[in-house]
């Protein structure tokens, strides 16, 4: 029964860490039925930016708490700015392009950010500070479940709440949900299309950026190919869950976390992808949308 | 062209052959000289030259000059049969080389048919000495499986683990790695494999394997693999209070290794290659390198040297080139060399030579005595 709890409790991070960065993913495409392939790198510039604005304030020397959020609120930023500034370059001259343009530019996005970061900072793995304190009441069972990693599900707890709540109840959120309908009516009825889409990029963004702090916080390395595998299994996450739906990302990302843990631990870690993506075509199958989505009937 | 060329090299040979005229010791040396991989084999003939340059200097061998025939194989199997024919031809009484494991093996039977000895300073595979096909084999550095052959020993001998997990990268290195660890295990019988498995390579965590492995009740972990993933399972292994040493292979025997798990990665050990380096032959190897090319030497110039000397050492004592007698030398009488005191075990590999176990102490990796 421990093992059990030892692996659902490991799923239950895995599938948040997905979480994190599944949501990003699932927005954009939700709006703009745009897969960002360069989200998994915004991921890992936030991670970047984490490092390099903790390794300063520990040279000034800063107590951790303050490094952690001030280092937090850095990459978020820098992050966030990463995703506008993307947008605006790669995507928006691409809107009314073929579908299959803006996603080419897309991939060329994650190549440029893979190879800038490699160039400007470096191949090698950097070993990430721990900036999260074990908390004294976690230390009975911080080997089954660690501080770092409550952090983590906490935090898609909370982040999952506020942008339902973002979405459902605010303006910004019904103009969001007006652009994700109807591009040209949300135009005519006088939404700022560019201005949402700017919004759903930034905070997508900073999303990735939370992620990646926290993330690599929990695994204390990082180099410049982090955000290829996580973006890809983010990815799959929000496809499983049903692209486009913010709760339907946060579920295919546990059920992936899950799948990955049990398989790893009742039967082979040698086939933890296989069972991960096996789930993936076997839920297309019957429930092509996904989990959560919406199939959309075309109009002729 | 081609005609040209050959013409003019057969007659560069035999311009060669009309100035040695005086009887001479004739050795070969076989591997890439040209080509991509040429980097490989430049260092052997250049160890192969320097070594007979300072004997001939000295006297000579058997009190002939020692005469080193190159011989091209470009690292490929069906041009390594001919080279091997070219140096039969020329009646060589051992062969340095070949550099690449396939080549070798190539170019092994048809030395074996003609009784001339072999030995290489580069050939990895196992198979070569372990399939016992080829008697006439022998090589200064440690084939593929040795390092997995000194983990398994050290971990159920010096660490006394009875039940052991496992756990490899799925890559070509760290599977073989792993797959011959596990083999060892069960062959030798003193501990058992409680886990065998592979984690994906940049995976964002290893908690589910590392709480298996704890389940598993294994008092050691072998990894096969490189340091990236290494690290995360060390981490996570102390994180999640497995209490089992952390024994694995050369490719975490980096200093990014220490680097990156930090305090976790105290007390795990690694093989890796024996430091030569205050070795005083290592010394003089490579300073007779930089003084005659003003370069660095490249790589398996001290495996190659050290073949040279144990070649040459053994027809020395034998006191004749002749095959049994030269090969039995080999065998039976240690030669100091630059990798370290070595002579030849019954399948042809260096007794002596090879990896060492090193363990991180204080934030370095220090070598386990």
Known sequence: MEYFLELFLSGLTRGSIYALIALGYTMVYGIIQLINFAHGEIYMIGAFTALIAASVLTIMGWPTIAIFIVATIAAVVYSSAYGFTIEKIAYKPLRNAPRLSPLISAIGMSLFLQNYVLLAQTSDFLPFPQLIPDFEFMEPISHIFSTAELAIVLTTVIVMLLLTYFIKFTNMGKAMRATAQDKKMALLIGINVDMVISVTFIIGSALAALGGVLIANHIGQLNFYIGFIAGIKAFTAAVLGGIGSIPGAVLGALILGWTESFATGYISSDYEDVFAFALLVLILIFRPAGLLGRSETKKV | ?369
């Open chain 2, 1 to 369: 062209m081609r005609k040209i060329l050959s013409a003019i090299a057969l007659s560069a040979l035999m311009a060669v052959a009309s100035v040695a005229t005086a009887e001479t010791l004739k050795i070969g040396v076989a591997g890439p000289h040209s080509g991509d991989l040429a980097s490989y084999g430049i260092p052997a003939t250049r160890a192969a030259d320097l070594y007979a340059k300072e004997i001939n200097a000295n006297g000579g061998l058997l009190g002939m000059q020692i005469e080193i025939i190159k011989s091209d194989d470009v690292c490929k199997q069906e041009i390594a049969v001919n080279t091997a024919n070219k140096l039969v031809s020329e009646k060589v009484a051992f062969v340095l080389g070949h550099i690449c494991s396939g080549a070798t093996k190539a170019a092994l039977g048809t030395y074996k048919d003609a009784g001339i000895a072999v030995m290489s300073p580069s050939a990895t595979n196992p198979a070569l000495t372990k399939s016992g096909d080829y008697p006439n084999f022998f090589r200064t550095i440690a084939p593929d499986d040795a390092q997995a052959k000194l983990a398994v020993d050290f971990t159920t001998d010096k660490l006394n683990a009875k039940k052991i997990a496992v756990i490899h990268d799925k890559g070509d290195y760290g599977k073989g790695f792993a797959e011959f660890a596990k083999m060892f295990i069960e062959e030798g019988g003193k501990a058992e494999v409680v886990l065998f498995e592979g984690v994906t390579p940049g995976a964002v965590d290893y908690t589910a394997v590392v709480q298996k492995v704890k389940r598993s009740k294994a008092n050691a972990v072998i990894f096969g693999g490189y340091h990236p993933e290494a690290s995360k399972i060390i981490t996570a292994m102390k994180k999640k209070k497995v209490d089992a040493f952390f024994v694995s292979d050369d490719g975490v025997k980096d200093d990014t290794f220490i680097k990156v798990a930090g305090e976790y990665s105290e007390g795990g050990y690694a093989t890796g290659p024996k430091d030569n380096s205050s070795n005083d032959l290592y010394k003089k190897a490579h300073a007779a390198h930089e003084a005659a090319y003003s370069e660095k030497a490249g790589a398996f110039y001290t495996e190659a040297y050290s073949a040279m000397i144990a070649i040459t050492e053994a027809i020395k004592a034998a006191g004749t080139t002749d095959y049994d007698k030269v090969t039995a030398v080999l065998k039976n009488q240690w030669v100091e060399t630059p990798i370290g005191k070595i002579k030849f075990d019954e399948r042809g590999d260096a007794i002596g030579a090879g990896f060492s176990v090193y363990q991180v102490q204080n934030g370095k990796y220090v070598e386990v005595k």
